[in-house]
């Protein structure tokens, strides 16, 4: 195998178990043990595991960069792009631990900056794009500040995954993102704008992007 595939290799199956596991939770030992390759392996394409978990978030942003411009030219309107866009969030709470976000934050300097970066200038505009596009569809209201409440989006997303405020052990990450969701959506839309994010609910509206990035 070139050395080019069992980086790659190692970037895939870590990102697997810090993402199943939670960062805190997963030594080099236990990526070794995993890939049944020495630890020498590990070192020879990463320094240590704070350099692996930092290009392990960079590339996971680059894909979900991909994925959410994908999302943006496939979606009908507004309501479409945060429905799908939701749904994404969705698939993402059952699969990851709600734990990853406060460990880098906690552990991995780099990384949590990479994110961060990613949160101000990609995911911040992109929903104040969103919103300015919804108010001229008549979808949201047009008293509304997009920059704020783009904020205020934000910060419930990353509020889902503080234990310290949702404990897993009363509160599911799926159940936790769709209240959160849901109370943005009715504070945003004008009637016209609630009717259709309704109707996509009911008729369960499942668009053709597949979400299949995972998110931290």
């Known amino acids: 195998m070139e050395e080019i595939e069992i980086k790659h290799k190692i970037l895939k199956e870590s990102r697997k178990l ?69 749904l994404c969030l969705n698939h993402h709470a059952e699969e990851n631990n709600p734990s990853v976000l406060f460990d880098i934050q906690k552990f991995h300097p780099k990384a949590w900056n990479a994110w961060i970066e990613f949160k101000n200038n990609f995911i911040a505009k992109s929903v104040i794009r969103n919103i300015k596009q919804g108010i001229k569809e008549g979808l949201f209201r047009p008293e509304v500040n997009p920059e704020i409440f783009a904020a205020y989006r934000l910060s ?40 259709l994010y309704q109707k996509y609910k009911e008729h369960n509206h499942q668009p053709q992007l597949i979400p299949n990035g995972k998110t931290l």
């Not at 509020?159 to 009715?186: G, M, T």
């Open 156 to 195: 419930g997303i990353e509020a889902a995954h503080d234990e310290r405020i949702y404990p897993k052990e009363k509160f599911s990450l799926h159940e936790v993102h769709n209240q959160i969701f849901e109370h943005f959506v009715y504070g945003l839309c004008t009637e016209k704008g609630k009717k």
């Open 18 to 86: 810090l993402m199943k596991f939670g960062v805190r939770s997963i030594s080099m030992d236990d990526i070794a043990r995993h890939l049944s390759v020495s630890k020498k392996t590990l070192y020879q394409h990463f320094v240590d595991k704070d350099e692996l978990v930092t290009v392990v978030v960079d590339s996971h942003l680059e894909e979900e960069k991909k994925l959410y411009s994908d999302i943006t030219k496939q979606s009908e309107n507004a309501i479409d792009e945060l429905y799908r866009i939701s």
